[in-house]
């Protein structure tokens, strides 16, 4: 199991991780968890790469990616690629807990993609997509949708338990209709 980053900003809430190589991540909705003690799990809402100085942007140069690695190798070293994850659950004497943890994640552990089991035993109840609705600042829907399709990949399409869990975005969605409507239908 390889590591897919490094933490660099930690709250109860979630994590902000740097990626070892640039332009890489884990994708959009990927279930990630860390080395610490406890292990946090959470979803991946966000990755950006930018400038390793805040207040510079990097300039364009008109040129392929081939090209700038060609000539300006450089240019690459003054980049870095971070990933944001909501904190879904945590692990505590072999069980997991659906809830924030009661320490955040140190500075500087490792962050690796979960297994394929391990998506199933987050996915299995519908506690991450209630924690994904309640989170402010991030893209609610996509990441649902996102998130939805790493679970289902990791059962192999079950396609019973896609029902359950449009079954519970009915009711977390109850007064909008529009909006489970949209959801569902880029789901499937």
């Known amino acids: 199991m390889s590591r897919v980053g490094e933490?660099?900003?930690?709250?109860?809430?979630?994590?902000?991780?740097?990626?070892?190589?640039?332009g890489q991540s884990p994708s959009f909705g990927c279930f990630v968890k860390t080395d610490s003690k406890p292990v946090v799990y959470g979803l991946v809402y966000e990755i950006i790469t930018e400038s390793r100085d805040p207040g510079r942007k990097p300039d364009p140069y008109g040129k392929s990616i081939e090209e700038l690695k060609r000539e300006q190798p450089e240019i690459f070293e003054l980049l870095k690629t971070e990933f944001r994850a909501l904190t879904i659950a945590y692990s505590e004497k072999e069980s997991i807990r659906f809830s924030l943890p009661p320490i955040p994640p140190h500075i500087h552990y490792f962050v690796y993609e979960c297994t394929r089991e391990e998506v199933e035993l987050?996915?299995?109840?519908?506690?991450?997509?209630?924690?994904?609705?309640?989170?402010?600042?991030?893209?609610?829907?996509d990441l649902i949708i996102s998130?939805?399709?790493?679970?289902?990949?990791?059962?192999?399409?079950?396609?019973?338990?896609?029902?359950?869990?449009?079954?519970?975005?009915a009711r977390f969605f109850r007064d909008d209709y529009e909006r489970l409507s949209s959801v569902l239908r880029r789901l499937v």
């Open 122 to 141: 987050l996915s299995s109840e519908d506690f991450f997509l209630r924690t994904i609705i309640s989170s402010p600042n991030v893209p609610v829907d």
């Open 147 to 169: 998130s939805l399709r790493y679970a289902q990949d990791a059962r192999q399409f079950d396609k019973e338990y896609l029902v359950r869990m449009g079954k519970s975005l």
């Open 7 to 22: 933490i660099v900003e930690s709250s109860t809430k979630g994590f902000v991780a740097r990626s070892p190589r640039i």
